[in-house]
């Protein structure tokens, strides 16, 4: 079964400081893909970043990015120069061959003035 | 601006009661997906349909759950009876069978089941 673990419930990071939030997850497929969504209190859930599994190269949008290590099946986001607009929910999620969207626990994300 | 419309926003009912969320998912997109987010469980997936046929609903429990797609512009979940247990936000979401694509979110509806 496609699993997706987020281990860490809760991270607080110093605004303009840089935060990673951890994201493994369990397949037997070679192809697939990886996205990070954000969940501000608001409720809406925003597309982050996406990764193509068969892509070595990782993935970067301004100040987030990831570290997308295959073999290990692990996702992490960084967010880098954070700022206060950042404090949300994070969901790491993993889309199957057949579409299916799974998405992990979520890691709420508190930046500090 | 196109997004996925989600009614209500809000719902408060007694255990018993019969409760149908609804979903008008983007125009064009022929994925709809079922969520529950709760405080313990995360987004739990609970149906997903593409061409408005169920391809997964094994995270819903039969018993009480039940989804549909009359038609392309309207996804259903239906809870009956409703419990307490079941209060959480529900969300659908949309998007394109092309894997590489994001799926969009509605607002959600909190439900609650006193």
């Given amino acids: 079964a496609q699993t997706v673990t987020q281990s860490q419930p809760e991270m607080s990071v110093q605004e303009a400081e840089t935060v990673t939030l951890s994201c493994t997850y369990d397949t037997s497929e070679s192809d697939y893909y990886l996205f990070w969504y954000k969940q501000p209190p608001s409720r809406q859930m925003i597309l982050v970043i996406r990764q193509e599994a068969y892509k070595q190269q990782n993935a970067t949008e301004n100040r987030f990015s990831v570290n997308f290590q295959k073999a290990a099946k692990s996702f992490s986001l960084k967010i880098s120069d954070s700022q206060l607009g950042d404090a949300a929910m994070y969901f790491c999620a993993y889309r199957k061959r057949t579409g299916k969207l799974i998405f992990g626990q979520g890691t709420t994300l508190q930046v500090k003035p | ?114």
């Fill in chain 2, 1 to 114: 601006d196109a997004r996925v419309t989600q009614t209500p926003r809000h719902k408060v009912t007694e255990m018993g009661q019969e409760v149908t969320m609804r979903c008008q998912p983007i125009l064009g997109h022929n994925t709809v997906f079922w969520y529950r987010q709760t405080m313990m469980q995360g987004l739990e997936l609970l149906a997903y349909f593409r061409n408005r046929a169920p391809l997964d609903d094994s995270g819903m429990p039969k018993d009480r759950f039940s989804a549909e797609m009359p038609d392309a512009t309207l996804a259903t979940l239906k809870i009956q009876p409703s419990e307490p247990r079941d209060s959480a936000v529900y969300f659908c979401a949309s998007g394109l069978p092309i894997r590489n694509t994001e799926a969009f979110f509605g607002q959600g509806t909190r439900l609650t089941v006193v």
